[in-house]
């Protein structure tokens, strides 16, 4: 079975070295998140373009509840289509709780950011993760259990309680969460991911897979990683 690195970012950097052709990204973004286009040019990547387009909820809300994810899913539809004429290879709308929290259905062929972290995780052979969100503690349960439906065992959970604000996390915040986690369910994880699109993650990702021993997975790494496999074919 394979097994998923010790680096994802090394993971990704690999994925983008074997590429055999570009591909053509349409990326479906809420509103108001400034971190996925902060995140995405610092990995570097030369044979993955992302295009973006931005759903705006109709309650024009931006903290995570029921109207703001059912609102991101109804304006996919228009967002798709003000890119219909990019030869686009997949699109992903970037945020991780709009696909475990219901709503309406997405166009054919979407694949949220939840799904990328389920893909990444499965591919990599890891069925069994930590989970730290910024998201209240009702959501952060509820991605718990739709990891476990998916087969992927959630052996510690820990969250900021946040419904908004999400940008404004700090690293500091993020490693005293960290240390929040009971080490035997550590050791006891394949990965540890950091769930969410709207947090920033990035630079902390190879601080944390040195000091907690496994690998780190973030929302927006999950993206590009679902982005690039499918270029080359490839497997972790």
Not at 20 to 32: I, N, S
Not at 113 to 140: H, K
Not at 161 to 180: C, K
Request: glycine share 8%; charged share 20%.
């Amino acid at each position: 079975m394979p097994q998923l690195p010790d680096s994802m970012l090394g993971l990704l950097a690999r994925y983008d070295r074997e590429a055999e052709r570009t591909a053509r990204v349409g990326m479906l973004l809420p509103w108001a998140n400034q971190v996925v286009e902060t995140e995405l040019p610092l990995l570097g990547l030369r044979h993955t373009v992302f295009h973006h387009a931005r759903l705006v909820p109709a309650s024009r809300t931006t903290a995570v509840d029921d109207s703001f994810w059912h609102g991101l899913r109804e304006a996919a539809a228009g967002a798709m289509d003000s890119m219909r004429h990019l030869p686009l290879d997949l699109t992903l709308l970037a945020c991780t709780s709009a696909g475990f929290s219901g709503g309406p259905p997405l166009p054919p062929g979407v694949v949220t950011a939840f799904d990328a972290l389920i893909e990444t995780l499965r591919a990599g052979g890891a069925s069994r993760v930590v989970l730290a969100t910024p998201y209240p503690q009702e959501v952060t349960d509820a991605e718990a259990a739709s990891l476990e439906e998916a087969g992927i065992q959630v052996t510690d959970q820990v969250c900021l309680g946040m419904t908004d604000g999400y940008p404004d996390v700090t690293s500091e915040n993020i490693h005293a969460m960290f240390h929040r986690l009971s080490p035997c369910s550590v050791r006891a994880a394949d990965a540890a991911v950091l769930s969410c699109t709207g947090w920033h993650t990035l630079r902390l990702l190879p601080e944390l897979e040195r000091e907690f021993g496994i690998p780190v997975l973030s929302s927006n790494v999950a993206m590009a990683l679902h982005a690039a496999r499918p270029v080359i074919g490839a497997t972790p």
